[in-house]
């Protein structure tokens, strides 16, 4: 069964600092993976996705994640965090064949003046 | 566009009363997904519709909770004889096609339920 494990609930950065939030599946077959976004009283927004192709997703609002199948991680960047960067963030897998997200526990991003 | 949309947005109940939560996808979006957001489980799978397909059912908790998509646009999530434990925020989302597996899901803003 897939499973997506987000390292650390909550992580808190400075304002310019380097944004990195960990992601890491287990899947049997090479999943589709996805970051969402969340803020506050809002549903889910996608950042960011990879399917096939290059390993190196670009996304929204700065963020890029890589796939690195040998880790089997997804991790989530962004070189500068802004303010408005703070919100509940979402790693999700699929596997090829099923329609249904499987989510991590989520990591809230705190950005600090 | 519009966006996809859910009413209502807040619901509190009684335990043991019936609810029903409706869901409105993007207009050509034919594929319609049901999650639950709990404080405790996190972001759950419910349900899941494809055009005139059978919906794919598996993430229903209990066989109090039913989904129904009417015309294959609107869908409404019923849950019957609520209980504490249903109180959470019920998530809809829709995809254009939802077959191949890379369709990005749109979400709605969610309806928030409270059993008390």
Not at chain 1, 78 to 93: G, I, N, Q
Request: aromatic fraction near 10%; glycine fraction near 10%.
């Amino acid at each position: 069964a897939q499973s997506v494990t987000q390292l650390g609930s909550h992580v808190s950065v400075s304002e310019g600092a380097l944004v990195l939030l960990r992601c890491n599946y287990s899947s049997s077959v090479p999943p589709y993976l996805f970051w969402y976004v969340q803020y506050p009283n809002q549903g889910l927004q996608l950042l960011l996705k990879y399917t096939t192709g290059a390993t190196l997703v670009k996304g929204i609002n700065g963020f890029e994640a890589e796939f690195k199948k040998s880790e089997t991680s997804f991790h989530l960047t962004k070189p500068s965090a802004h303010m408005s960067d703070a919100a509940e963030y979402f790693c999700a897998v699929k596997e090829g064949g099923s329609e249904k997200l499987v989510f991590g526990k989520g990591t809230k991003l705190t950005v600090n003046p | 566009g519009a966006g996809v949309s859910q009413s209502p947005s807040n619901k509190v109940t009684e335990k043991g009363k019936d609810v029903e939560l409706r869901c409105d996808p993007i207009s050509g979006h034919t594929a319609l997904y049901w999650y639950r957001q709990s404080l405790g489980q996190g972001l759950e799978f419910l349900i899941y519709f494809q055009g005139n397909s059978a919906p794919d059912k598996s993430g229903l908790p209990s066989d109090r909770f039913s989904a129904e998509r009417t015309g294959g646009s609107v869908s409404t999530l019923t849950i019957q004889r609520t209980q504490q434990e249903d109180s959470a925020v019920y998530l809809c989302a829709s995809s254009l096609a939802g077959t191949s597996g890379i369709d990005t899901q749109y979400f709605g803003p969610g309806t928030r339920l409270t059993v008390l």
